[in-house]
């Protein structure tokens, strides 16, 4: 927490509060006598708050192994002055491959931050979790025989230069009474795994004493879930909560292997409260692991979609086309008329890009890109697209149907079936508009499975792993349109020839979507002219008022 301070205030030139911290997944466990290395970077500055990497690796000095123990992010905001002025960060600058990914990736986090607490609630409110197993009560521990109370008296040393707590001083309390707790269920001694998402809600300073409240709200097969609180008070006057963390734990045999947990009897009222909110947060946690973490190379490539997962696929489908569109090994196939065709192998996957420049505005040509339903006017590849599904104002979910491929193309799904068996893809399109001036407009689409569009009769179910448009303003009124996509094999055989250079239809395709776009380019109303302005201006009141209440909720408050 020390080193996440200093990196964050040589950026602020200003002091900065701890806001929140992210999912912390411990891979890894540190022994007495190992050497821990902590490396911290600022990986994007917003209006008033900025997100900061942190790895922590570890080193045996007899062995000379090394190895990885967590990743994380925190994001912090700045001070008010004295006189409550908001002070403002100055842009960061990537430079290299790397921290351009993290500076893009760092909006797609910033978006699922906002929107944490309301996922869990509205699992609640969906009645989409269990109840706890009424036939089990009797083998089960009771949850309040794993309560623990502690308290701390916060010394200068637990404290920064503006004698406010050490947010990860009150973190390592929390997990030693989360410790407590996880050992009275378990009767061992378990292992810390994760640390859900939490938010810093108050100050804690020198000469507070800290109120630290844990118990067990519910266990599952191999791990079990520690709700922890934490209070401050002085002698006289009110408790005042600062921060809640939930954490979870494992409990390993001598092989290293998770051991079975036993059953939790939640409390009456609150405890089953808890116990709820349990479930939903491991349902999130699942919903992270299966699609942020889905490895491009298994298969199905397409994920279910869920009203309750929308969010973390909404992220995975954006920041897959911009880490492709990250990647620094492209090679140029062919050329024609300024519109370029380029390749990337990467662990046997094959990725094309086509990209040219056009005489359209950014913005308009987002708009025009982003209604999917009108593609089949200019994309011959396109031969239907439905809208099915409006998400929200960002996320669509289309089924496409494109033209069979001729029998024998290498790759093609048709050939063993027969020539004239069309293709249908059903697509999460998620748009974004850019954060700052050095963003693009992304359109980012990926393969989901619907319940209520399964595959039919007459139709070959294709999958799209990664694809879309990223849009880059370059001068006045033009801009660099790139469309990506992952060669999955339904759609290797569409381009195929146009890689083997035996073809150039990507330029006639090309072609005909900047004709569409120059031909609708003036067509844009004031009100999207007003949304464009909002979007793109990073001192928006719409960019201001999350830093704003995000200030002013931590104003003053720990490191």
């Given at each position: 927490?020390?080193?996440?301070?200093?990196?964050?205030?040589?950026?602020?030139?200003?002091?900065?509060?701890?806001?929140?911290?992210?999912?912390?997944?411990?891979?890894?466990?540190?022994?007495?006598?190992?050497?821990?290395?902590?490396?911290?970077?600022?990986?994007?500055?917003?209006?008033?708050?900025?997100?900061?990497?942190?790895?922590?690796?570890?080193?045996?000095?007899?062995?000379?192994?090394?190895?990885?123990?967590?990743?994380?992010?925190?994001?912090?905001?700045?001070?008010?002055?004295?006189?409550?002025?908001?002070?403002?960060?100055?842009?960061?600058?990537?430079?290299?491959?790397?921290?351009?990914?993290?500076?893009?990736?760092?909006?797609?986090?910033?978006?699922?931050?906002?929107?944490?607490?309301?996922?869990?609630?509205?699992?609640?409110?969906?009645?989409?979790?269990?109840?706890?197993?009424?036939?089990?009560?009797?083998?089960?521990?009771?949850?309040?025989?794993?309560?623990?109370?502690?308290?701390?008296?916060?010394?200068?040393?637990?404290?920064?230069?503006?004698?406010?707590?050490?947010?990860?001083?009150?973190?390592?309390?929390?997990?030693?009474?989360?410790?407590?707790?996880?050992?009275?269920?378990?009767?061992?001694?378990?292992?810390?795994?994760?640390?859900?998402?939490?938010?810093?809600?108050?100050?804690?300073?020198?000469?507070?004493?800290?109120?630290?409240?844990?118990?067990?709200?519910?266990?599952?097969?191999?791990?079990?879930?520690?709700?922890?609180?934490?209070?401050?008070?002085?002698?006289?006057?009110?408790?005042?909560?600062?921060?809640?963390?939930?954490?979870?734990?494992?409990?390993?045999?001598?092989?290293?292997?998770?051991?079975?947990?036993?059953?939790?009897?939640?409390?009456?009222?609150?405890?089953?409260?808890?116990?709820?909110?349990?479930?939903?947060?491991?349902?999130?946690?699942?919903?992270?692991?299966?699609?942020?973490?889905?490895?491009?190379?298994?298969?199905?490539?397409?994920?279910?979609?869920?009203?309750?997962?929308?969010?973390?696929?909404?992220?995975?489908?954006?920041?897959?086309?911009?880490?492709?569109?990250?990647?620094?090994?492209?090679?140029?196939?062919?050329?024609?008329?300024?519109?370029?065709?380029?390749?990337?192998?990467?662990?046997?996957?094959?990725?094309?890009?086509?990209?040219?420049?056009?005489?359209?505005?950014?913005?308009?040509?987002?708009?025009?890109?982003a209604e999917l339903s009108n593609r089949p006017s200019w994309d011959?590849?396109?031969?239907?697209?439905?809208?099915?599904?409006?998400?929200?104002?960002?996320?669509?979910?289309?089924?496409?149907?494109?033209?069979?491929?001729?029998?024998?193309?290498?790759?093609?799904?048709?050939?063993s079936k027969g020539e004239g068996i069309l293709q249908d893809f059903?697509?999460?399109?998620?748009?974004?508009?850019?954060?700052?001036?050095?963003?693009?407009?992304?359109?980012?689409?990926?393969?989901?499975?619907?319940?209520?569009?399964?595959?039919?009769?007459?139709?070959?179910?294709?999958?799209?792993?990664?694809?879309?448009?990223?849009?880059?303003?370059?001068?006045?009124?033009?801009?660099?349109?790139?469309?990506?996509?992952?060669?999955?094999?339904?759609?290797?055989?569409?381009?195929?020839?146009?890689?083997?250079?035996?073809?150039?239809?990507?330029?006639?395709?090309?072609?005909?979507?900047?004709?569409?776009?120059?031909?609708?380019?003036?067509?844009?109303?004031?009100?999207?002219?007003?949304?464009?302005?909002?979007?793109?201006?990073?001192?928006?009141?719409?960019?201001?008022?999350?830093?704003?209440?995000?200030?002013?909720?931590?104003?003053?408050?720990?490191?």
């Open positions: 927490m020390r080193l996440r301070k200093r990196v964050t205030e040589r950026l602020a030139v200003c002091p900065c509060v701890t806001a929140s911290m992210d999912d912390i997944h411990f891979e890894h466990t540190i022994s007495v006598g190992q050497v821990v290395n902590i490396r911290a970077k600022v990986n994007r500055a917003f209006n008033t708050s900025m997100e900061v990497g942190i790895r922590v690796s570890c080193e045996d000095l007899f062995s000379d192994r090394h190895w990885k123990v967590c990743y994380a992010y925190a994001t912090f905001v700045t001070q008010r002055t004295n006189t409550g002025e908001r002070v403002f960060l100055k842009p960061i600058i990537p430079h290299t491959q790397k921290e351009k990914l993290e500076y893009s990736l760092a909006a797609e986090r910033r978006r699922v931050r906002m929107v944490h607490d309301d996922i869990i609630k509205d699992l609640l409110s969906h009645a989409s979790i269990q109840q706890a197993n009424s036939s089990a009560a009797d083998s089960a521990v009771a949850a309040v025989k794993t309560r623990v109370e502690s308290v701390e008296l916060v010394l200068p040393p637990h404290a920064n230069h503006q004698v406010n707590t050490f947010g990860g001083q009150i973190m390592a309390w929390m997990v030693n009474v989360a410790m407590i707790a996880a050992s009275r269920l378990c009767q061992a001694h378990p292992t810390l795994r994760t640390i859900d998402m939490f938010t810093f809600r108050g100050p804690s300073q020198v000469g507070d004493r800290l109120l630290l409240k844990a118990i067990v709200n519910n266990t599952f097969k191999n791990s079990m879930e520690v709700g922890v609180r934490a209070e401050a008070y002085q002698e006289e006057g009110s408790n005042r909560h600062i921060n809640s963390a939930f954490m979870i734990f494992e409990v390993l045999d001598k092989h290293g292997k998770p051991c079975m947990l036993p059953r939790i009897r939640p409390e009456p009222l609150e405890g089953e409260r808890r116990f709820q909110e349990a479930i939903a947060r491991k349902k999130i946690r699942l919903d992270r692991k299966y699609i942020i973490s889905h490895k491009q190379c298994e298969f199905p490539l397409s994920v279910p979609w869920d009203p309750r997962n929308q969010v973390y696929l909404s992220y995975n489908n954006v920041s897959a086309l911009k880490m492709l569109a990250a990647r620094n090994k492209w090679r140029i196939s062919s050329e024609k008329d300024k519109v370029r065709l380029y390749t990337l192998e990467h662990k046997s996957i094959l990725s094309f890009r086509v990209e040219s420049e056009v005489d359209v505005p950014a913005h308009r040509a987002f708009s025009l890109l011959k590849h396109y031969q239907k697209c439905e809208l099915i599904h409006r998400v929200d104002d960002d996320d669509f979910l289309y089924r496409v149907v494109t033209p069979s491929v001729h029998q024998g193309a290498v790759g093609s799904p048709t050939a059903i697509l999460l399109a998620s748009k974004r508009k850019p954060c700052g001036s050095r963003d693009p407009y992304v359109i980012a689409l990926r393969s989901v499975t619907l319940p209520t569009h399964p595959p039919t009769e007459g139709f070959n179910r294709g999958e799209i792993l990664c694809a879309g448009f990223t849009i880059l303003e370059t001068k006045s009124n033009m801009s660099l349109i790139s469309y990506y996509n992952q060669a999955s094999p339904e759609v290797l055989p569409y381009i195929s020839t146009d890689i083997a250079g035996l073809s150039s239809s990507f330029y006639h395709t090309f072609c005909n979507c900047s004709q569409y776009l120059s031909k609708n380019k003036m067509h844009s109303t004031p009100e999207e002219e007003t949304r464009q302005h909002m979007a793109t201006n990073t001192d928006s009141p719409t960019c201001d008022s999350e830093h704003a209440s995000l200030s002013v909720a931590l104003d003053n408050s720990q490191k």
